[in-house]
């Protein structure tokens, strides 16, 4: 089945540092999704890719959608301190039934350090 | 706007005990899916609907049911509730075009005793 490898696991950063994390994948997707979650909250979604190659930004957030549909990554500009929590990408793809199915990365846990 | 509305937000059932979540899609949206995710992991796949029909079957255990109302709203039904179902269960709604986007609500959090 499809998976998503999402990198890296965990960073622990200072506020005022720039981010990065991507996703790859073994399988085609045909849109890419970056989300964030807070403990105990629903994803909320950050960016949506839907082109080969396409570059979107919203605010200080900078995500890629992959030339070969495999991977995507997410640039985060300028931390500031409620930019802590988890990031997931997820793409948008075929299952066995045909159908979209969303399957979630492993998540990137961001962590500021005072 | 309005957003993906799930009920209840928190849950507390015994072993062998049934428990129903709902979830009210946003408006217009003609998709639901189902999404566990148990403490440290990402969102698995459950179970998702388009147009009340099931459209697709991620890790959902025989013991759950889903189904899509008229309304568009969706039930997860989960009977004899074991200790390992603990977990945020979340809903998400989408309108099935090319290029859709997929937006979660805040989920419910079943606690199993």
Redo the contacts between chains.
């Keep these: 089945g499809q998976q998503l490898n999402q990198s890296p696991q965990s960073m622990f950063i200072q506020e005022g540092e720039d981010v990065s994390m991507n996703c790859t994948s073994s399988s085609i997707f045909n849109?890419w999704?970056w989300?964030k979650q807070d403990p105990?909250?629903?994803?909320?979604?950050l960016i949506?890719l839907?082109k080969a190659g396409e570059l979107t930004s919203n605010g200080r957030l900078t995500a890629q959608f992959g030339i070969t549909r495999k991977d995507s990554f997410l640039n985060i500009s300028a931390s500031i301190p409620s930019d802590v929590g988890i990031y997931?990408c997820?793409g948008?793809g075929r299952?066995n039934?045909g159908?979209?199915?969303?399957?979630?990365?492993?998540?990137t846990r961001l962590t500021i350090i005072p | 706007a309005a957003g993906?509305i799930?009920s209840p937000r928190h849950l507390i059932k015994e072993k062998r005990e049934t428990a129903t979540l709902k979830c009210y899609p946003i408006p217009r949206h003609d998709t639901v899916?189902w999404y566990q995710q148990g403490p440290g992991q990402?969102?698995?796949?459950l179970i998702?609907f388009?147009e009340k029909m099931q459209?697709?079957?991620?890790s959902i255990p025989d013991r759950f049911s889903a189904q899509q109302f008229s309304d568009y709203h969706s039930e997860l039904n989960m009977s004899s509730l074991e200790l390992g179902d603990s977990a945020?269960y979340?809903c998400?709604s989408s309108f099935?075009v090319p290029?859709?986007?997929?937006?979660?609500?805040?989920?419910s959090?079943l606690t199993v005793v």
């Design positions: 849109t999704l989300y105990g909250e629903g994803p909320v979604l949506a839907y997931f997820a948008l299952s039934f159908n979209e199915k969303l399957t979630f990365g492993t998540g | 993906v799930q899916y990402d969102p698995q796949f998702s388009y459209s697709d079957k991620g945020l979340f998400a099935r290029g859709n986007t997929i937006y979660f609500g805040e989920g959090w």
